[in-house]
């Protein structure tokens, strides 16, 4: 069974800067598609950012430029780094990987694998 595990989520002030890790258990395929999703309170889980298996990545308009994706195949681990963090980036923050059905490169429904999010309380 595939596991992933976030981690580096924690509280931050606004204009701050936070990178997310997410360990992924086996080195298999399907590392070739990895992503960041996001879930606010009361929200649906939307879709940040995501690395494909030609390295093409693929980001929220809101995001783009400022938390680009990257993967360390030989640790096993996708990161997020998130700059210039404000309070509406407040939310849950889940790692995933595999496809399951391709639906769009941020679908969460395109996604088989999760991890089980951490969060990223950002304050004013």
């Known amino acids: 069974q595939v596991r992933l595990v976030e981690s580096g989520g924690g509280s931050v002030q606004a204009g701050g800067s936070v990178r997310l890790s997410c360990a992924i258990s086996?080195?298999?395929?399907?590392?070739?598609?990895m992503a960041w999703f996001h879930q606010a309170p009361g929200k649906e889980r939307e879709g940040v950012a995501a690395i494909g298996p030609d390295s093409m990545t693929y980001y929220a308009g809101s995001v783009k430029g400022r938390f680009p994706i990257s993967p360390d195949n030989a640790q096993n681990t996708l990161y997020l780094q998130m700059n210039s963090l404000n309070p509406a980036h407040t939310a849950l923050y889940y790692c995933a990987a595999g496809l399951v059905r391709w639906r769009g490169p941020l679908r969460p429904d395109s996604c088989a694998n999760w991890g089980q999010g951490t969060p990223v309380p950002v304050s004013s």
């Open positions: 086996k080195n298999t395929a399907i590392k070739y598609w």
